[in-house]
C-alpha cells in the first residue's frame, strides 16, 4: 500500500506556545509499507503541556522502532498490538506524571494513534483529539472522553446542547494527570483510496464535520499538494473563526 501524506500544526492565534506534538512515520518492511500518525495534544490549563506531549510521542517513536519490528515478524494482532500500547501508554503516564510530582507542576496530554499496516487501521486513544475516516462520508473512528461524551451517552445531553455547552473541553482523563486511565482501541479494514485525519481538538472545535468533509473529501484530495492545501486553509479558517486553541492535524491517503 502506498501513502501521500500531509502534516499541518499551528500555535492559533491566542497561544504563546504550541502544546501539540506530531508524529508521522513510514516504514517500508517485508510485509508492505507501514503507517504511523500521532497527535499529542497537551493540557492546555496544566503547565508545561508541550513537554508532556513531547514525552508521548518520543516514548511512541522509541517503540515503533524498537519493539514493533519484533512484534511485525511475530504476527501482528489487534490483542498483542493493544497489549504492547497499553503497556507503552501507562509507562508514559507513570513517567510524565512522576516528573510532574518532582517540580511540583501539573502535566498532562491527549493521545491518539494511528496504525497502517496489511490493509488494516488500528487505533488507540486518551482523551479528546481524533481520528476521522474519509470516504463516502466521515465516520469518526475515536471516540472522546470527555465530560459532555459521558453526559451523551447517559441521554443527559443532545449533540447540540454539547456543541454549546461550555464544558465541551473538560477531559476525563489524559496522560500523565490521571491516576488512572483506560485506553481505547478500534480496528478495520482499509479501502483503497480512503483518507485518514488525525487531528487536535482545536482543529475540529470551530468547523462543522460538514465542512470538513466539503475540504478534504478524497475525490478532491487526489495530490499530496491538495492534501496540504486542504488542512492549511482549514487552519486557518479556525483562526478566522477565533478558535483560541493551538490547531494540528495529518492526513494520510491510503492507495
Known amino acids: 500500500m502506498e501513502y501521500r501524506i500531509a502534516a499541518h500544526t499551528d500555535a492559533g492565534i491566542r497561544k504563546r506556545i504550541n502544546q501539540d506534538s506530531i508524529l508521522v512515520k513510514v516504514a517500508q518492511t517485508d510485509r508492505g509499507r507501514i ?3 500521532s497527535i499529542c495534544d497537551g493540557v492546555g490549563g496544566l503547565a508545561r503541556g508541550e513537554l508532556a506531549s513531547a514525552t508521548a510521542v518520543r516514548y511512541l517513536a522509541d517503540w515503533f522502532e524498537h519493539a514493533f519490528p519484533d512484534l511485525l515478524y511475530r504476527g501482528l494482532s489487534m490483542e498483542t498490538l493493544t497489549e504492547q500500547w497499553t503497556d507503552m501508554i501507562y509507562r508514559i503516564n507513570r513517567r510524565i506524571s512522576t516528573y510532574g510530582r518532582m517540580v511540583h507542576m501539573d502535566l498532562g496530554t491527549t ?3 494511528l496504525l497502517i499496516a ?7 486513544n486518551v482523551g479528546d483529539s481524533r481520528i476521522y475516516l474519509l470516504w463516502d462520508e466521515l465516520t469518526q473512528l475515536t471516540k472522546d472522553q470527555t465530560f459532555i461524551q459521558r453526559e451523551m451517552d447517559e441521554g443527559r445531553m443532545t ?3 454539547a456543541r454549546r455547552d461550555s464544558r465541551r473541553n473538560v477531559l476525563m482523563q489524559c496522560v500523565g494527570a490521571s491516576d488512572e486511565i483506560t485506553p481505547e482501541f478500534f480496528s478495520g479494514t482499509v479501502v483503497p483510496g480512503s483518507i485518514f485525519l488525525v487531528c487536535s481538538d482545536g482543529f475540529r472545535n470551530v468547523v462543522s464535520e460538514e465542512e470538513i468533509y466539503e475540504y478534504l473529501s478524497p475525490r478532491r484530495l487526489l495530490r499530496e499538494e491538495t492534501m ?3 488542512i492549511e486553509y482549514l487552519t486557518e479558517l479556525d483562526k478566522y473563526r477565533k478558535e483560541s486553541d493551538n490547531i494540528s492535524a495529518v492526513l494520510v491517503r491510503c492507495d
Open 35 to 37: 503507517c504511523l500518525a
Open 111 to 113: 493521545m491518539v494513534i
Open 118 to 124: 496489511d490493509h488494516t487501521y488500528y487505533t488507540a
Open 159 to 161: 449533540r447540540e446542547e
Open 228 to 230: 496540504q492545501e486542504g
